[in-house]
């Protein structure tokens, strides 16, 4: 055996046949395949079973109430191969996904695994804003600071027994602390840019919102981006102590400090638009402030919600 592919999924039947197709079209097929399923009640599985078709390389599994980790684990564990690598529904790869992750670890012996970037590929207005508030552009990321994501990512085995798998006790951001876990011990990850993965941001702000929580509590179980987060609670902090002076010398200083806080998402705007087939840029450029107020609250909540159930096996 040389490569395996796992994947957890649960309520994803919209995109379960189309997660199947695209790991069958591979340019360099997996020699195993295992998807375990967290207790879909949408038809998740039927759809994975039906799109499967026989395939001898698939392995279906069911492990209702499982979290995340759990069932990445759970994948791990029914394979054998030497290349883990880790994927979701909802994805959009390349035929040589897989082949460039290999390709990246075999040309670095010493690395620990090899990932891609997850990109926002929007289909709507509000996508696009959303695609610039959540996540940055290929040309923004420095490869050797990014956490992989296991949307998009391989795993020498060894690296994973080392340092335990997935923190089964941990329910949201698992991959980071995976891969702190592997940086802690001395390993490192290669950027294949051939496994670069598109995805759809949320589309709707409730749906945005709960997943900036969920995140957010995961890093407060953890203990996870503590810096980030304080910084956060301080730069709201001033900045509504500035709010609360009417001087217009103060009024003005609250729109610099705002304008280059929210910098960063308004000039990633017009590319994520230039990306969405009939995006207004006017809307997008408005909605994209607004959503990311609106998830700097959820993470500051998520974040408070995440410390007060902290807890380390």
């Known amino acids: 055996m040389i490569v395996a592919v796992c994947a957890t999924v649960k309520n994803e039947a919209a995109d379960a046949a189309s997660m199947v197709r695209s790991l069958m079209e591979q340019d360099l097929a997996a020699d195993e395949i295992v998807?375990?399923?967290?207790?879909?009640?949408?038809?998740?599985?039927?759809?994975?079973?039906?799109?499967?078709?026989?395939?001898?390389?698939?392995?279906?599994?069911?492990?209702?109430?499982s979290n995340i980790s759990a069932g990445r684990n759970l994948a791990i564990g029914a394979t054998t191969a030497p290349l883990v690598a880790v994927t979701d529904a909802g994805l959009t790869r390349s035929p040589r996904w897989l082949q460039s992750l290999v390709d990246a670890v075999q040309n670095e012996p010493r690395a620990a695994g090899s990932f891609g970037y997850i990109l926002a590929a929007p289909k709507?207005?509000?996508?696009a804003a959303l695609g610039a508030v959540a996540l940055p552009l290929a040309r923004q990321i420095d490869p050797t600071r990014y956490p992989p994501s296991s949307g998009s990512a391989l795993f020498r085995r060894e690296w994973l027994e080392r340092v335990g798998g997935y923190p089964e006790w941990l329910a949201h951001g698992e991959d980071l602390w995976l891969d702190r876990e592997i940086w802690r011990a001395g390993g490192w990850f290669r950027h294949a840019p051939g496994a670069d993965v598109g995805i759809r941001p949320r589309?709707?702000?409730?749906?945005?919102?709960?997943?900036?929580?969920?995140?957010?509590?995961?890093?407060?179980?953890?203990?996870?981006?503590?810096?980030?987060h304080i910084v956060r609670f301080a730069a709201y902090a001033a900045g509504l102590t500035i709010f609360q002076n009417p001087s217009p010398a103060a009024r003005l200083l609250l729109i610099l400090l705002a304008g280059a806080y929210l910098g960063r998402s308004l000039r990633r705007t017009p590319t994520m638009v230039r990306?969405?087939?009939?995006?207004?840029?006017?809307?997008?450029?408005?909605?994209?402030?607004?959503?990311?107020?609106?998830?700097?609250?959820?993470?500051?909540?998520?974040?408070?919600?995440?410390?007060?159930?902290?807890?380390?096996?």
């Open 203 to 228: 589309s709707t702000v409730r749906a945005f919102f709960r997943q900036y929580f969920l995140y957010a509590a995961g890093d407060g179980h953890a203990g996870m981006l503590v810096p980030r």
């Open 275 to 313: 990306q969405t087939a009939g995006a207004n840029p006017l809307v997008a450029a408005t909605l994209a402030p607004v959503l990311r107020i609106v998830g700097d609250v959820a993470k500051m909540t998520g974040f408070v919600a995440g410390l007060s159930r902290r807890w380390r096996p």
């Open 124 to 127: 709507t207005t509000f996508e």
């Open 35 to 65: 998807i375990v399923d967290g207790g879909s009640t949408d038809g998740t599985l039927e759809a994975l079973q039906a799109a499967v078709n026989g395939d001898s390389r698939f392995s279906l599994r069911r492990a209702p109430g």
